[in-house]
């Protein structure tokens, strides 16, 4: 055989080996995260729910949903162990990251006001809208009306 009919299986084995290798890493990366939690530490479940770890066991975590509400999870449900600042941040709300005292209105009249200012303002600038009407027209239709007393939309008809 040449070397030009192995090459296709060569490439595909060494395709498979380098994507095994890193779903390898992922693993043992992800072992060695649960492997570091703590009791006290904020974690993120595979799930979406962010929990409080209070007991490590084997194969198993004790979290702490809410204040004092206490679940049983697999070590392999946690998805991520939590910062404690990004924990407080996202559960808590705390933001000490934020410099500024960002004030939110409760109602939608603080951003109208300022729009209905500037419309006022363009309006009172522009020159007075012409009268686009046909004065003439409409004096004609006015006259026909009492010529015959009939106004649009009367017929003779009966």
Do not use: C
Not at 71 to 98: P, T
Not at 119 to 138: I, M, N, Q, R
């Amino acid at each position: 055989m040449s070397i030009v009919t192995l090459l296709p299986f060569i490439v595909l084995i060494g395709a498979m080996f380098l994507m095994t290798r890193s779903a390898k890493k992922k693993q043992q990366a992800a072992a060695q995260m649960r492997n570091e939690m703590q009791p006290g530490t904020g974690v993120r479940t595979i799930g979406g729910m962010y929990a409080t770890v209070k007991e490590i066991g084997d194969e198993t975590v004790l979290l702490e949903v809410a204040p004092g509400v206490h679940a049983v999870y697999a070590k392999n449900s946690i998805g991520a162990v939590l910062e404690d600042s990004e924990y407080n941040r996202i559960v808590h709300g705390d933001d000490e990251d934020s410099d500024s005292d960002t004030v939110v209105p409760d109602d939608a009249s603080s951003l109208t006001e300022a729009a209905e200012a500037t419309e006022t303002a363009e309006v009172e600038d522009a020159a007075p809208k012409a009268d686009l009407t046909k004065k003439s027209d409409a004096a004609e239709a006015a006259t026909e009306g009492q010529k015959d007393g009939k106004t649009d939309g009367e017929t003779d008809a009966k």
